[in-house]
């Protein structure tokens, strides 16, 4: 597609459930990256891939947190437990070469309740 | 953790004026970039500054960087009300590419 596609954009899911994020990057975009944004806050990083290495997971808050991506395609980012401190639009964003100009997708608007 | 720290949080100014917003950050870094953010959604890419560099113009754009300070700053000249949105700096070092909390920009028609 022309831009980073995010699914689904609104999710309300019960507290204790799990949820999984999908995040369908640029083709050819070899970096991938998703961030948290609670409301009114910044980016808050949780993790980066970058073409077959493996990935950097210094970001994720907790092993609740996990991700996944493909080589160079589609990830997925799943929260398993979920917590009302998850609410927050999870944004995730690609880029052509690891340092270059990211783009983002209009991310997913997650909410426990 | 987050790299940059903007400054103010929140800026608000009339149409025509310019704004200013700052960026400071800790560690080295390759280049250094600024983004938008309207309606707490996706960010778009405003301009791209490498740690060579001390000034970059991008139409009513300006940045500068300091790395002697570990500083940026942003400039929008004549501002229009559909520049209301917020600003990020983001670092990038080796692979990752970190932002700050953000300056909260409303210009007034």
């Known amino acids: 597609g022309a831009g980073v596609s995010q699914s689904p954009s609104n999710k309300v899911t019960e507290k204790g459930k799990d949820v999984e994020l999908r995040c369908d990057p640029i083709?050819?975009?070899?970096?991938l990256y998703w961030y948290r944004q609670r409301l009114g806050q910044g980016l808050e990083f949780l993790i980066y891939f970058q073409g077959n290495s493996a990935p950097d997971k210094s970001g994720l808050p907790s092993d609740r947190f996990s991700a996944e991506r493909t080589g160079e395609s589609v990830s997925t980012l799943t929260i398993q437990r979920t917590q009302q401190e998850d609410s927050a639009v999870y944004l995730c964003?690609?880029?052509?070469?690891?340092?270059?100009?990211?783009?983002f997708g209009q991310g997913t608007r997650l909410t426990v309740v | 953790s987050q790299q940059g720290e903007e400054d103010p949080q929140a800026l608000s100014i009339q149409e025509g004026e310019n704004a200013t917003m700052n960026c400071s950050y800790k560690?080295?870094?390759?280049?250094l970039q600024w983004y938008r953010q309207n309606s707490g959604r996706g960010l778009v890419h405003l301009i791209l500054?490498?740690?060579?560099?001390r000034e970059k113009h991008s139409g009513r754009l300006r940045v500068t960087l300091d790395t002697s300070k570990k500083s940026s700053s942003l400039l929008i000249t004549a501002s229009r009300a559909a520049d209301t949105a917020s600003y990020f700096c983001?670092?990038?070092?080796?692979?990752?590419?970190?932002f700050g909390a953000g300056t909260r920009l409303t210009v007034k028609p």
């Open positions: 560690t080295s870094i390759n280049n």
């Open positions: 500054i490498r740690s060579n560099e």
């Open positions: 083709s050819g975009h070899t970096a």
């Open positions: 964003a690609s880029s052509l070469q690891p340092r270059g100009e990211a783009f």
């Open positions: 983001a670092t990038r070092a080796d692979n990752d590419m970190r």
